[in-house]
């Protein structure tokens, strides 16, 4: 399913990141950059979530393979490991791109790998530009996965996306991936409000609209508006809107088992904590381990 044949947006939005573009325009594209905030701008708790089990299990090289602009590679660069980014989106990877080259006086960043693959064709790009490379991790983070659409209404995109992650992981390697809590929206028409990754200083406000098809959620809305007026060089709050595929739960944790082949070791957090610790989260976040044969 197209969201454009559904719901329109009120401006042309942002780019989406790890697929095809779903919008885009300047200005919205400029107020969502001073709302994920840079490298320095994420949340502790997520940077110490993420670099921690990483380390935990000794991993040294990781996809990011949702890297829009950079950010979050960026982070992991910082804090050591190797890094190699892909983007669907030649627009968001030139954001990449020109932050390798302002530091391109840190050794560090040498030898981080920025190139344009698609999830739908993942092994096959990786190997065009890395040929026979594997991973110790793969990271696709920030509500990411739910850019991707059920144009065919059976998931089987996604399935072979999640299929493809796993492919291009080691034995004993790590999937980190995430999605909003979309039980909650479905149920109560409502986002949860707080953010896990971003310290956005700026007010945002978000709508949320649930497209139901017979008798089944197929598709959510989320108008942002993000009053960012009193920097001086915005005179008027950005509005627009972005879709994505509301997954739940429990089928998002069966997806993610058959794309292992069931012979995964599958923990869920909730905002980077224990499951059981969170009666709403924002997020949810499934860590992958493969299976070592």
């Not at 954001?95 to 302002?102: G, N, P, Q, T």
């Not at 996604?158 to 291009?168: E, P, T």
């Not at 790590?174 to 979309?182: T, V």
């Not at 995964?264 to 980077?272: E, G, L, P, T, V």
Request: with cysteine; proline share 3%.
């Amino acid at each position: 399913m197209s969201a454009d044949k559904v719901f329109h947006s009120r401006s042309q939005g942002i780019p989406s990141e790890g697929v095809k573009d779903q919008y885009a325009d300047g200005k919205a594209a400029r107020v969502w950059k001073k709302y994920i905030g840079d490298s320095n701008q994420r949340t502790k708790n997520y940077r110490d979530f993420l670099t921690g089990l990483l380390k935990k299990h000794g991993c040294v090289r990781v996809l990011d393979a949702a890297c829009g602009t950079g950010i979050d590679s960026m982070m992991l660069v910082d804090e050591g490991f190797k890094v190699v980014s892909v983007d669907a989106s030649d627009k968001m990877l030139k954001h990449a791109l020109k932050a390798r080259w302002e530091k391109r006086k840190d050794s560090r960043y040498d030898e981080w790998v920025i190139e344009e693959a698609s999830w739908q064709t993942l092994p096959q790009d990786v190997d065009g530009f890395l040929p026979g490379a594997s991973f110790d991790a793969v990271i696709c983070l920030g509500n990411s996965f739910a850019h991707l659409l059920d144009e065919y209404e059976d998931q089987r995109t996604q399935k072979m996306c999640l299929k493809n992650f796993a492919k291009v992981l080691k034995p004993g390697g790590l999937l980190f991936i995430d999605h909003r809590n979309y039980d909650a929206m479905i149920n109560s028409g409502a986002t949860p409000g707080h953010s896990i990754y971003y310290n956005c200083k700026y007010p945002v406000d978000i709508k949320t609209s649930v497209l139901v098809v017979r008798g089944k959620p197929e598709l959510v809305a989320l108008d942002y508006c993000i009053d960012a007026t009193d920097d001086g060089l915005i005179t008027e709050k950005s509005e627009f809107r972005l879709c994505y595929f509301p997954h739940r739960l429990h089928s998002f944790t069966r997806m993610l088992d058959d794309a292992f082949d069931n012979r995964a070791q599958h923990s869920i957090y909730a905002d980077f904590q224990p499951l059981e610790r969170v009666d709403n989260p924002a997020y949810y976040i499934h860590v992958m381990q493969k299976a070592l044969n």
